[in-house]
């Protein structure tokens, strides 16, 4: 089976910077936002 690529759009990229902020400030941690990142 092929691959799709996903084309992200300027507002959800920056609205995915925003949870990963979010959670960088509420865990103290960057652990869980890099995994997040990751499913990008």
Request: avoid cysteine.
């Amino acid at each position: 089976m092929a691959k799709r690529k996903i084309v992200w759009s300027n507002r959800a990229i920056k609205r995915l910077y925003g949870i990963l902020e979010f959670y960088d400030q509420r865990n103290k941690s960057k652990t869980y936002s890099k995994k997040l990142y990751q499913l990008r």
